[in-house]
């Protein structure tokens, strides 16, 4: 019998050296400090291309998503609604290209992308090209609750929507002169026509309208965050308008499990935002996690590797938010800048825009 313990013993104890990660990826109840990490988008984003009033309007706007995922985890809450709550207020900012703010394809219409997923089942939703749903990150966690299915997409997408009694709306809710404006300039660039303004929008300005920003500040656009909640669960949620002047139905990371959006407990909780196409072909969020969960890397390092090393090495631009559900927090960027925010229970949030900034 003691011999028979003892060989039990042995045999757990070479299972977690052979995987380092196992203790601490089995989260216990209650003993956790509950964390959140977000971003607003990377790209172009200089002190000497922003006005003051601009720059306060992005950190107002960080900081009220970054303080809702707060409350909602303060309070007991699970990481996927801390998610969610976050999202849908920088869906509904205009600044942000997300929802109310989201970029104009090349068609004039507003095609939106979201993913979510949850940690502690690896449970996953996404919706693309979603142009009557108020909010895509809800849509995209009642594909993941309330459907056999991870990915919807277009009319289908709504409709799915529309079943599940989620606010829809019009497109030109949408719509705003900015976004408009820049999907003018860039049609003029590439020589193709400028569709008709959305049915219901209001007459154009008399005149441009000043831009407080460089046009190249979300080249990348796109929101997401990650959470850690007090059980020890971790979520990761994105959602974004895509890029300007899009055609074809173009559709990039974002809503796709693995690489711009990944969760599970036993490794990591990963948003990017960057060249969807290079964090595609990279799996860049899932990457990132295995780096964590098999090699045994520090986040953060796991992090700088597929951002500073591999996404550069293809060319691709960029950066992501990470937390694991031990409570490491990190994001990498290899933009001038990006929209970001942290805050451990019980520590001081932390926001910054540009690349000079913690």
């Given at each position: 019998?003691?011999?028979?313990?003892?060989?039990?013993?042995?045999?757990?104890?070479?299972?977690?050296?052979?995987?380092?990660?196992?203790?601490?990826?089995?989260?216990?109840?209650?003993?956790?400090?509950?964390?959140?990490?977000?971003?607003?988008?990377?790209?172009?984003?200089?002190?000497?291309?922003?006005?003051?009033?601009?720059?306060?309007?992005?950190?107002?706007?960080?900081?009220?998503?970054?303080?809702?995922?707060?409350?909602?985890?303060?309070?007991?809450?699970?990481?996927?609604?801390?998610?969610?709550?976050?999202?849908?207020?920088?869906?509904?900012?205009?600044?942000?290209?997300?929802?109310?703010?989201?970029?104009?394809?090349?068609?004039?219409?507003?095609?939106?992308?979201?993913?979510?997923?949850?940690?502690?089942?690896?449970?996953?939703?996404?919706?693309?090209?979603?142009?009557?749903?108020?909010?895509?990150?809800?849509?995209?966690?009642?594909?993941?609750?309330?459907?056999?299915?991870?990915?919807?997409?277009?009319?289908?997408?709504?409709?799915?929507?529309?079943?599940?009694?989620?606010?829809?709306?019009?497109?030109?809710?949408?719509?705003?002169?900015?976004?408009?404006?820049?999907?003018?300039?860039?049609?003029?660039?590439?020589?193709?026509?400028?569709?008709?303004?959305?049915?219901?929008?209001?007459?154009?300005?008399?005149?441009?309208?000043?831009?407080?920003?460089?046009?190249?500040?979300?080249?990348?656009?796109?929101?997401?965050?990650?959470?850690?909640?007090?059980?020890?669960?971790?979520?990761?949620?994105?959602?974004?308008?895509?890029?300007?002047?899009?055609?074809?139905?173009?559709?990039?990371?974002?809503?796709?499990?693995?690489?711009?959006?990944?969760?599970?407990?036993?490794?990591?909780?990963?948003?990017?935002?960057?060249?969807?196409?290079?964090?595609?072909?990279?799996?860049?969020?899932?990457?990132i996690c295995a780096l964590v969960q098999?090699?045994?890397?520090?986040?953060?390092?796991?992090?700088?590797?597929?951002?500073?090393?591999?996404?550069?090495?293809?060319?691709?631009?960029?950066?992501?938010?990470?937390?694991?559900?031990?409570?490491?927090?990190?994001?990498?960027?290899?933009?001038?800048?990006?929209?970001?925010?942290?805050?451990?229970?019980?520590?001081?949030?932390?926001?910054?825009?540009?690349?000079?900034e913690p």
């Amino acid at each position: 019998m003691i011999r028979s313990v003892a060989k039990l013993l042995f045999c757990c104890s070479a299972l977690m050296i052979s995987n380092p990660n196992m203790a601490s990826a089995q989260p216990t109840p209650g003993q956790h400090k509950w964390a959140v990490v977000l971003h607003g988008g990377a790209g172009v984003i200089e002190r000497k291309s922003m006005s003051p009033e601009a720059e306060a309007g992005y950190r107002a706007g960080i900081t009220e998503a970054l303080n809702a995922a707060a409350a909602v985890l303060d309070k007991g809450g699970s990481s996927l609604d801390a998610v969610e709550s976050a999202i849908k207020l920088l869906e509904d900012n205009p600044l942000f290209n997300a929802g109310r703010g989201a970029v104009f394809a090349a068609d004039g219409t507003n095609q939106l992308d979201a993913a979510i997923m949850d940690g502690k089942t690896m449970q996953a939703g996404a919706v693309a090209d979603v142009q009557r749903t108020r909010h895509p990150i809800s849509l995209a966690r009642a594909v993941m609750e309330h459907s056999p299915h991870v990915m919807l997409v277009g009319a289908g997408a709504d409709a799915f929507a529309a079943s599940v009694h989620l606010e829809q709306v019009p497109p030109r809710f949408f719509f705003t002169e900015r976004r408009w404006q820049q999907l003018e300039e860039e049609l003029k660039k590439q020589g193709l026509p400028i569709p008709a303004r959305p049915e219901g929008a209001p007459p154009p300005p008399g005149k441009p309208i000043a831009f407080f920003e460089s046009p190249d500040t979300h080249k990348y656009g796109t929101v997401g965050v990650v959470a850690l909640d007090r059980n020890g669960n971790i979520a990761a949620g994105t959602s974004t308008g895509g890029i300007t002047a899009k055609r074809w139905n173009r559709v990039g990371d974002s809503p796709i499990i693995g690489a711009g959006t990944y969760a599970s407990n036993q490794s990591c909780a990963v948003s990017g935002t960057g060249v969807g196409e290079y964090f595609i072909r990279l799996t860049v969020a899932r990457t990132i996690c295995a780096l964590v969960q098999y090699k045994g890397m520090p986040l953060q390092a796991a992090v700088d590797e597929v951002v500073q090393k591999q996404l550069v090495a293809l060319h691709g631009d960029g950066g992501v938010i990470a937390l694991t559900p031990d409570g490491q927090l990190a994001w990498s960027f290899n933009t001038s800048g990006m929209f970001r925010a942290k805050l451990t229970e019980g520590g001081t949030p932390q926001v910054g825009i540009y690349h000079d900034e913690p």
